[in-house]
């Protein structure tokens, strides 16, 4: 599972911006933000250390999880970069070295940090973050007991549930896909769900439904088989192909109004 499909919007800094956003300047003026620990004038990992940087005044001036749970991403995007960097060997540069190496654990010991941090929230998000990316076994158990809770009313979250029940009960995991694309924002499509819905009713040999959200999958650039195999896996008649592509027309038009409902989906005769 994608953990992009909790909805979490990162800005992404661009390594170009370093020009006109002066890092140097950022690190002399906010020494809270650990430059020190990040081998600052090292060329290697240049990017993924300034995005990191710039996330961490972030963090200082909202300390929210959500903000944490991205500086954990930008500081283990940072900490593979060293792990490539920490093995080259620089031409009589030894200090270099082991500025990369002490960078490299510094990264880790901040990993430990925040996920110890996180834990402090107890909201669905961390609680989530914590179960798949440590396997905390305790934030999963909490995390799972807010289902049906408001806070837990976004089309991350009810993916994030969908993604425990999808090898224990497909049919209520279908539903939580469903609940899930209800409440989505069209500018921030997770097509993973497209991809499971098509999946999962294939399981379950709901054969015009795994259609259907094959072809809206293929819209919002899911990759499906071609339209021979599509022909020969689903072996409908031409008309009842343009049936199907009909009510997949009209899902891929609600969906990018935001008026999506389960009940757009047709009862099909099993």
């Given at each position: 599972?994608k953990?992009?499909?909790?909805a979490?919007?990162v800005?992404?800094?661009?390594?170009?911006?370093?020009?006109t956003?002066?890092t140097d300047?950022?690190c002399?003026?906010?020494?809270?933000?650990?430059c020190?620990?990040?081998?600052?004038?090292?060329?290697?990992c240049?990017?993924?250390?300034?995005n990191?940087?710039w996330?961490?005044?972030?963090?200082y001036?909202?300390p929210?999880?959500?903000n944490?749970?991205?500086?954990?991403q930008?500081?283990?995007?940072?900490?593979?970069?060293?792990?490539v960097?920490?093995?080259?060997?620089?031409?009589?540069?030894?200090?270099?070295?082991?500025?990369?190496?002490?960078?490299?654990?510094?990264s880790?010991?901040?990993?430990e940090?925040?996920?110890?941090?996180?834990?402090?929230?107890?909201?669905?998000?961390s609680?989530?973050?914590?179960?798949?990316?440590?396997?905390?076994?305790?934030?999963?158990r909490?995390?799972?007991q807010?289902?049906?809770k408001?806070e837990?009313?976004?089309a991350?979250?009810?993916?994030?549930l969908a993604?425990?029940y999808?090898?224990?009960?497909?049919e209520?995991t279908?539903?939580?896909?469903?609940?899930a694309?209800?409440?989505?924002?069209?500018?921030?499509?997770?097509?993973?769900?497209f991809?499971s819905?098509?999946?999962?009713?294939?399981?379950l040999h709901?054969q015009?439904?795994?259609?259907?959200?094959?072809?809206?999958?293929?819209h919002?650039?899911?990759?499906?088989?071609?339209?021979q195999?599509?022909?020969?896996?689903?072996g409908?008649?031409d008309e009842?192909?343009?049936?199907?592509?009909?009510?997949a027309?009209?899902?891929?038009?609600?969906?990018?109004?935001?008026?999506?409902?389960?009940?757009?989906?047709p009862?099909?005769k099993k």
């Amino acid at each position: 599972m994608k953990y992009t499909s909790l909805a979490i919007t990162v800005l992404l800094l661009s390594g170009c911006f370093e020009n006109t956003r002066n890092t140097d300047k950022l690190c002399l003026d906010h020494p809270e933000l650990r430059c020190e620990e990040l081998n600052i004038n090292d060329g290697q990992c240049r990017v993924a250390r300034t995005n990191l940087i710039w996330h961490r005044l972030e963090v200082y001036k909202d300390p929210t999880d959500i903000n944490k749970i991205a500086e954990y991403q930008f500081t283990q995007q940072y900490k593979k970069c060293l792990e490539v960097a920490a093995q080259i060997q620089p031409i009589d540069q030894a200090e270099l070295k082991k500025r990369r190496f002490n960078a490299l654990i510094n990264s880790g010991k901040n990993m430990e940090r925040l996920e110890k941090e996180l834990m402090q929230f107890n909201t669905p998000s961390s609680l989530y973050f914590l179960w798949s990316q440590t396997g905390d076994t305790q934030a999963r158990r909490q995390f799972l007991q807010l289902e049906g809770k408001p806070e837990m009313e976004t089309a991350a979250l009810q993916y994030a549930l969908a993604t425990f029940y999808i090898d224990r009960d497909r049919e209520k995991t279908i539903k939580l896909l469903n609940h899930a694309l209800e409440l989505s924002d069209p500018n921030a499509l997770n097509t993973s769900i497209f991809e499971s819905l098509a999946s999962l009713n294939q399981l379950l040999h709901h054969q015009e439904a795994s259609y259907i959200w094959a072809m809206v999958g293929k819209h919002f650039g899911v990759p499906v088989a071609s339209a021979q195999n599509i022909q020969l896996m689903y072996g409908f008649s031409d008309e009842k192909f343009s049936q199907l592509d009909d009510v997949a027309d009209t899902i891929i038009d609600a969906v990018e109004s935001q008026t999506y409902h389960s009940s757009m989906i047709p009862e099909f005769k099993k």
